[in-house]
């Protein structure tokens, strides 16, 4: 790749679907929806983009319905399998995520995306651009060239001229003449019996092309397979003609714009937040608009006009939510820093009791507290919800309070209800039902 001209980035989509949905199984949203291919597809689109940042970038599919070279020989590929049923409803999906990074998508009916992309690099290299298609596919290689590069992101390796000519014996037009008689099983394209790569690249070194090594068949070393050479010379010519890639295919490129434009986060977001991709959703959530509640009072309980208040709240709300905030994960061993509680939308309160630094003095005493909250918290009558509750149970135990009254764990119903979510803590549960984002804290 050069950074002396403009230079353009072709990803072959329809070789990236597959490869990221091998690459990642069994990934799927708490409501059954598979999502590895758009989870695999989307992280090598970013990594392109961060990786290279290229000035101008595409993403070629394979359009639906059968190609001109079905037409020709319509044994074309009739060796693939039906594509995986969790794979179809995850290409529109992937369509969407394209789309929404504000990416041209280029696809036309009767032809491959390798013509596609064929015809464009060809296109984008007479105008002076440098272009780099990204792709696995070994076909791509007939159209290396000074200014046309592969890049396969999966093994992090650039094919140029010089890798063409290793693999295949000279520049890349030998390309098309090693796969005529080498033929392509991953295609169907069927070469000459009993001729494979190594062998064919060895005839097109000796002969120059697939029309000399039929023109001059008598030279080539060994009986049977000059006799496979006679016999399958048209299938040969066949061969050549499927694996030959189109570059004049009759795309309007004046419909495309190709400059990199900003994605569209807001659209972005909602998808990541639909897939349940948290890491994705939250790179891409505005941070103006990830929290839906803007006017929150959150009142921190330091006096006893306070702590009378929230006591008289938490006896006529029937119903309140609590969690603890202590010095250890381990429950057994763990000491109450502080307990918060709300009953209302918007609303909570924090009582600190055992914090130290800075503001610790203005903190009531522990026991004051406890001795206030007890009968409440111990009352069987007031409902109490929590987030995996039997922890606070436990760390109010040791400070000699019986926790009665619950009556929901939302870890718990969360479980039951998404089993398959990758998550059932409170700040992916808080953002997946209220898309709002919690602080953060150490």
Not at 77 to 95: C, F, G, S, Y
Not at 371 to 399: F, H, M, S, W
């Amino acid at each position: 790749m050069s950074s002396s001209v403009p230079e353009l980035f072709l990803i072959d989509g329809s070789s990236y679907i597959y490869r990221a949905y091998y690459a990642i199984r069994h990934l799927s949203t708490s409501q059954g929806v598979p999502c590895n291919a758009v989870f695999g597809f989307t992280k090598m689109l970013l990594k392109v983009m961060r990786d290279y940042q290229p000035p101008q970038l595409a993403v070629v599919f394979d359009a639906k319905g059968p190609t001109f070279r079905k037409d020709i020989y319509p044994d074309y590929k009739a060796n693939r399998a039906q594509m995986p049923e969790d794979l179809v409803p995850q290409i529109p999906l992937i369509k969407e995520v394209v789309a929404a990074f504000n990416l041209p998508v280029v696809e036309l009916s009767g032809y491959e995306a390798d013509d596609l992309i064929a015809t464009i690099a060809r296109h984008k290299e007479r105008e002076g651009l440098s272009v780099t298609v990204v792709t696995g596919d070994k076909d791509l290689m007939q159209i290396v060239s000074a200014r046309i590069h592969l890049l396969d992101t999966m093994k992090d390796k650039i094919i140029g001229l010089p890798e063409v000519a290793e693999r295949f014996g000279g520049t890349p037009d030998k390309v098309i003449e090693v796969q005529a008689l080498a033929g392509d099983s991953s295609d169907n394209v069927p070469g000459v019996p009993g001729i494979g790569e190594k062998t064919a690249k060895q005839l097109i070194e000796q002969f120059g092309s697939l029309e000399q090594v039929l023109a001059r068949v008598d030279e080539v070393k060994g009986a049977k397979r000059q006799q496979n050479l006679r016999d399958f010379a048209d299938q040969a010519r066949l061969s050549r003609t499927l694996v030959t890639l189109v570059d004049t295919v009759p795309l309007d490129l004046q419909q495309y714009d190709f400059v990199l434009q900003s994605p569209d986060a807001q659209r972005l977001a909602a998808l990541f937040r639909q897939l349940e991709f948290q890491q994705l959703y939250d790179e891409f959530a505005p941070r103006e608009t990830a929290s839906p509640v803007q006017a929150c009072d959150y009142v921190c309980v330091c006096e006893e006009s306070q702590l009378d208040e929230l006591c008289c709240g938490l006896e006529q709300a029937g119903c309140f939510s609590l969690d603890t905030e202590t010095t250890s994960l381990d429950p057994l061993q763990a000491d109450l820093v502080g307990l918060s509680f709300s009953w209302q939308p918007g609303r909570a309160y924090y009582v600190p009791i055992g914090h130290v630094g800075g503001g610790a003095e203005e903190q009531l005493p522990r026991d004051k507290v406890l001795t206030a909250l007890q009968p409440l918290l111990e009352d069987a009558a007031l409902a109490k919800v929590g987030q995996n509750i039997k922890y606070d149970a436990l760390v109010l135990r040791r400070a000699g309070i019986r926790l009665q009254g619950i009556v929901a764990d939302t870890m718990l119903q969360s479980y039951l209800l998404f089993p398959a979510a990758r998550s059932h803590g409170l700040d992916a549960l808080a953002l997946e039902h209220f898309g709002h984002r919690m602080i953060s804290y150490e």
